[in-house]
C-alpha cells in the first residue's frame, strides 16, 4: 500500500491529525503522521534546534523502504520534507515518489507573521494561533504552556534557517488555501527554484490549515499527481 508520511506545522504532533489521518482515502494510500522530538510520544525528546537536525531526527520515523511513499509536509513540515530529501539524496536513500508542500511559501521566503509573532508573549501569541485557527479545540491558555514551548521552539528553528542551492530531484506537489495568508501565489511558484523536476500547484478553499478539513480533495490532487507520474489513466 502506498504510504504518505506527513510532517507537522509548528507546535503540531501527530495527534494534530487524528482527524484527517481517519478520514484519509485508503484507496489514495495511509497516512503515517510523524511525530517530532519534544511533542506527543517523543515529549521526553530535547527539542531539535534547527531545521536540518530536526529533518534527520524525523527521517528516523519514515520507512523508506516501504513499496511507495510520498513525504507531505504542512507549513514547517514542508522545509523539514524538503530537507530529509536532501539527506536521503546525499545518503544515497530511496526517494519519495514526490513532495507534498502546503501552507508554505518556497524555502527562502519568510512571512510577516512568523516575523511578528516572535517578539509577542505567551498570552498575544496565544491569541494571534486562535485567530489562524492553530490552537487545538478546547485547549485553554491555562493549559498552553506545552503547546507554547513547543512552538517557540519551533520558530527558534527558523532563526538560522538557510535552504542552500540544493535542488532535490523530486517532483513537488504544492497546495495552498484560497485564504490563506500566509501563502501567496508569486511565492508558491518559487518552490520550482528547489526542485530539477516538476511542480505541480493546486488551490483549495480555506484558511492556513485547510488540508485538515479536507482529506478527501487533498487526497484527490495526489492521487492524481500519482496517476500522471505512473502514466496511469
Not at 536521503?88 to 512571512?111: C, I, K, Q, Y
Request: charged share 25%; glycine share 10%.
Amino acid at each position: 500500500m502506498r504510504t504518505i508520511f506527513l510532517l507537522p506545522y509548528g507546535g503540531g504532533s501527530a495527534s494534530s491529525f487524528r482527524s484527517y489521518v481517519d478520514r484519509f482515502p485508503r484507496d489514495t494510500g495511509r497516512v503515517v503522521p510523524v511525530e517530532l522530538p519534544g511533542r506527543g510520544k517523543r515529549s521526553h525528546e530535547e527539542h531539535a534546534t534547527s531545521i536540518q537536525e530536526c529533518a534527520a531526527l524525523a527521517l528516523r520515523q519514515v520507512d523508506t523502504t516501504s513499496e511507495a511513499y510520498v513525504l507531505h509536509g504542512h507549513c514547517m513540515g514542508a522545509l523539514l520534507a524538503f530537507e530529509a530529501i536532501k539527506l536521503l539524496e546525499a545518503s544515497g536513500g530511496r526517494l519519495p515518489r514526490f513532495m507534498v508542500v502546503s501552507g508554505r511559501n518556497a524555502p527562502r521566503h519568510v512571512n510577516d507573521w512568523l516575523k511578528r509573532v516572535a517578539t509577542l508573549d505567551d498570552r498575544g501569541l496565544f491569541g494571534e494561533l486562535q485567530e489562524l485557527g492553530g490552537v487545538p479545540e478546547r485547549l485553554s491558555f491555562a493549559m498552553a504552556q506545552p503547546f507554547l514551548a513547543a512552538i517557540r521552539s519551533d520558530q527558534a528553528m527558523f532563526i538560522d534557517y538557510s535552504p542552500g542551492d540544493t535542488r532535490i530531484s523530486v517532483p513537488i506537489l504544492a497546495l495552498g488555501g484560497l485564504g490563506d495568508k500566509m501563502t501567496n501565489p508569486t511565492a508558491l511558484k518559487d518552490w520550482q527554484d528547489y526542485t530539477s523536476s516538476s511542480l505541480s500547484i493546486e488551490w483549495l478553499e480555506g484558511g492556513h490549515y485547510f488540508i485538515v478539513d479536507q482529506p478527501e480533495r487533498v487526497a484527490s490532487r495526489i492521487q492524481e499527481l500519482w496517476r500522471a507520474l505512473d502514466g496511469s489513466p
